[in-house]
């Protein structure tokens, strides 16, 4: 949500030379990501979005997400696919930073997602997990159950400050899930943060994933479980069955889940509520002074963690086990 | 340099509708503009720029402004032309707001103007304010000699300790040019702001002028004078005669400067100067806590009012008074 870095035209010009894009015909520093510096590129060959990496630790993990976006849209799915430039290197160097510009992906993320839409992140999230089968980079998921015990270590203090018992239920639902957290579940890449605001539609078609810098290797129901958080809650909290319901058929078109996913989807929900709720209570702890960002709710989380601790079983989201599997 | 209102993407179809623009393919705020929010659209038709107007005292001018960007773009001139809807309107509500959408010019604009771009802001310059006589509306120049005096009330305690007897140094000037300053020049529609943020080129073509919100009736030579001001100084506070001459004399091959204005031409400059050193002044004395935008620093101004202090004559810019005129 901020440009940190300005870039002069001619600079910027000269970085173009290095690829085959184009000429520069217009840039604007646009208010998406948190962490980094974007811009809008209109050049004569289309439009292209330029990335500079803010922080050390991005640029550390940048190949794992360069060479996922490639391998990705190599095998048909929608993402935004990083230019190389003449040399064949899809990472510059701009103002001193790391530098990546990806085709830019037209679309609008649903603010209020449909039906026909959750149903649609379905198919698109089984989609990316069958082509991330054969990419060959492994990245550690850092905010599985072994990160949220430090996530827990920072934001314990602010818990009950902010509702009375949450610092006991955040330890009591840590423990349990440390125990009982699945470890035989089919793996691979996941996108780990499928939210609404990363999925773009024209209408009611899909037109593309983007932002993967949470991308890693993990339990691929976990995303599943993440969407199911993300997708199918109403601004009053409540939860929509009938989203849910069109999210994992949608799901299931491409990749249905085996019996065991099935089984564990309630306690993998609630490993990603808890996932959200303390990474929102570790940043509304951390609000720089004078902020422009709102932090986000962390007690949004906290009642769907609740609601999942309520489900018995997949049923309870709408769908029935004979019907995923056939 | 902020996006202050989200919009749903199921709204702004819905407000596009009453438009012959397209069908909506994406949206992205723009870290431009400090007072309103702005989106550059994506349609089927092509690039927009949508702004929502968060004051209400820019509404109230809103009229104004448009007007003249539709009477400009129809004679030639170089610039955003306000959409109309299908009713005619120029000025929808979207999100509650006064909502305006307007073509997007290609372009970028340059961070270290070369002389061929101060050349291309001068004839730009001329045409502009030929183009303006026949424009009916009328709106005063707010930020003229009368309204600097406010501007200094409000300075005034903020000045000294910035710089030791900046205080004394703008109360004279005011006095100064309070008593000299010029009755009878040409007047007519003037940008009042043509920093070379508000001036697009592709390579050093000019392709338009922007941001017209500072735009007024006023004297003329006075719109020179804030261009010499923002386009011929040096990062190093040099002022640079050969960009001075290429711009004057840009100016010139469009409207040749009659001689009395030429003869205020460095009184002029020195109010421009002191104009965006009082505003300059006032902004770095109301920044919010914790803004991200970093006040501009007013003594840039102060050095420039000290340099058009020291100039006898136009010569001085660069230029031959024979040479104008001829």
Redesign the interface.
């Known amino acids: 949500?901020?440009?940190y870095t300005?870039v002069?035209?001619?600079d910027?010009a000269e970085f173009l030379l290095a690829y085959d894009i184009g000429?520069?015909?217009?840039?604007?520093?646009?208010?998406?990501g948190v962490e980094n510096t974007n811009f809008?590129l209109?050049t004569s060959r289309g439009?292209f979005i330029l990335t500079l990496y803010e922080k050390r630790v991005a640029a550390e993990d940048l190949p794992y997400f360069l060479s996922l976006m490639a391998h990705l849209a190599s095998r048909g799915v929608s993402c935004p696919q990083p230019e190389k430039n003449r040399d064949g290197e899809i990472c510059g160097t701009l103002s001193g930073r790391p530098a990546v510009i990806i085709n830019?992906?037209?679309?609008?993320?649903?603010?209020?997602p449909n039906v026909a839409q959750c149903a649609g992140v379905g198919e698109a999230l089984a989609k990316m997990h069958l082509a991330g089968r054969d990419f060959p980079l492994v990245r550690k998921n850092p905010l599985s159950v072994k990160g949220w015990w430090a996530l827990f270590e920072q934001a314990a203090s602010g818990a009950d400050p902010l509702q009375h018992g949450l610092r006991a239920l955040l330890h009591a639902e840590l423990d349990h899930l440390d125990h009982a957290w699945p470890k035989h579940l089919p793996e691979g890449v996941i996108h780990a943060d499928l939210f609404p605001d990363n999925v773009?539609?024209?209408g009611d078609k899909l037109s593309g994933l983007i932002d993967f810098p949470f991308a890693c290797n993990d339990i691929l129901a976990y995303d599943v479980a993440i969407c199911l958080n993300a997708w199918c809650f109403e601004p009053d909290h409540s939860f929509n069955v009938t989203k849910a319901r069109a999210f994992l058929n949608g799901y299931n078109r491409g990749r249905p889940l085996e019996a065991a996913e099935q089984d564990a989807l309630p306690l993998l929900a609630r490993g990603a509520a808890l996932r959200f709720l303390l990474t929102r209570l570790v940043d509304s702890l951390n609000v720089?002074?004078?902020?422009?960002v709102r932090p986000k709710d962390p007690l949004e989380y906290a009642r769907k963690l609740r609601f999942h601790q309520s489900v018995n079983s997949i049923r309870d989201y709408g769908v029935e086990t004979s019907g995923l599997v056939a």
Do not use: C, N, Q, T
Request: charged share 20%.
């Open positions: 949500m901020a440009v300005d002069a035209a001619d910027l000429e520069l015909l217009s840039y604007k520093g646009i208010a998406e809008l209109h439009s830019f992906l037209e679309g609008v993320w649903p603010r209020r773009f539609f024209i720089p002074a004078g902020a422009l």
